[in-house]
T-cell receptor, first 115, second 111 residues
Framework: NAGVTQTPKFRILKIGQSMTLQCAQD?????MYWYRQDPGMGLKLIYY???????DKGEVPNGYNVSRSTTEDFPLRLELAAPSQTSVYFC??????????????FGPGTRLTVL | EDQVTQSPEALRLQEGESSSLNCSYTVSGLRGLFWYRQDPGKGPEFLFT???AGEEKEKERLKATLTKKESFLHITAPKPEDSATYLCAVHPTSGTYKYIFGTGTRLKVLA
């Protein structure tokens, strides 16, 4: 089991450029998440997905888009990158069936700098 | 509003000096509380899940406890390799998808 994988590890973008952060999981989890982590702040939820074809906004979705065509993959798209999107991005997944809880497993992160 | 607060923000300990990290939470209902360890430049690594008040879990030098308002992560006789940021997260009953994270405690253990 590779768990949750993310690519790339690091990326530098110029203002206005676009890119896609890749995330994949091999645990057959239904829920997948994208977070950003800024220094001194907690993890902020950008988007989440409850299964293939279903996505929804989290706390800080502006400037981002997602898709989920398969159970395994959950890419995050940045359009027109801005300096405010400089952050570390984490993908996570879990297997949730209400009303129960489950552990979220995290990927290694992508460190993005927008100049 | 659901909320998680961790204290202290940072903690420096001598090797062998035991201490506790605090995670206070306010939620309408709790599905579970999670502790993670995060090393610099890496993703959070799962440590424990606690489900109900009175529950305790242990792993090596770490012990997590839970009450109705807070959780403690006790570190007994820490070693330098325990240096990391420790994150607390709660999964409230309001909203199936939603986990709320604290800002973490940065622990430094000096040899």
């Amino acid at each position: 089991n590779a768990g949750v994988t993310q690519t790339p590890k690091f990326r530098i973008l110029k203002i206005g450029q676009s890119m896609t952060l890749q995330c994949a999981q091999d645990m057959n989890h239904n829920y997948m998440y994208w977070y950003r982590q800024d220094p001194g702040m907690g993890l902020k939820l950008i988007y989440y997905s409850v299964g293939a074809g279903i996505t929804d906004k989290g706390e800080v979705p502006n400037g981002y888009n997602v898709s989920r065509s398969t159970t395994e993959d959950f890419p995050l798209r940045l359009e027109l990158a801005a300096p405010s999107q400089t952050s570390v991005y984490f993908c996570a997944s879990s297997y949730l069936t209400a009303p129960f809880t489950d552990t979220q497993y995290f990927g290694p992160g992508t460190r993005l700098t927008v100049l | 509003e659901d909320q998680v607060t961790q204290s202290p923000e940072a903690l420096r300990l001598q090797e062998g000096e035991s201490s506790s990290l605090n995670c206070s939470y306010t939620v309408s209902g709790l599905r579970g509380l999670f502790w993670y360890r995060q090393d610099p430049g890496k993703g959070p690594e799962f440590l424990f899940t606690l489900y109900s008040a009175g529950e305790e879990k242990e792993k090596e030098r770490l012990k997590a406890t839970l009450t109705k308002k807070e959780s403690f992560l006790h570190i007994t006789a820490p070693k330098p390799e325990d240096s990391a940021t420790y994150l607390c997260a709660v999964h409230p009953t309001s909203g199936t998808y939603k986990y709320i994270f604290g800002t973490g405690t940065r622990l430094k253990v000096l040899a």
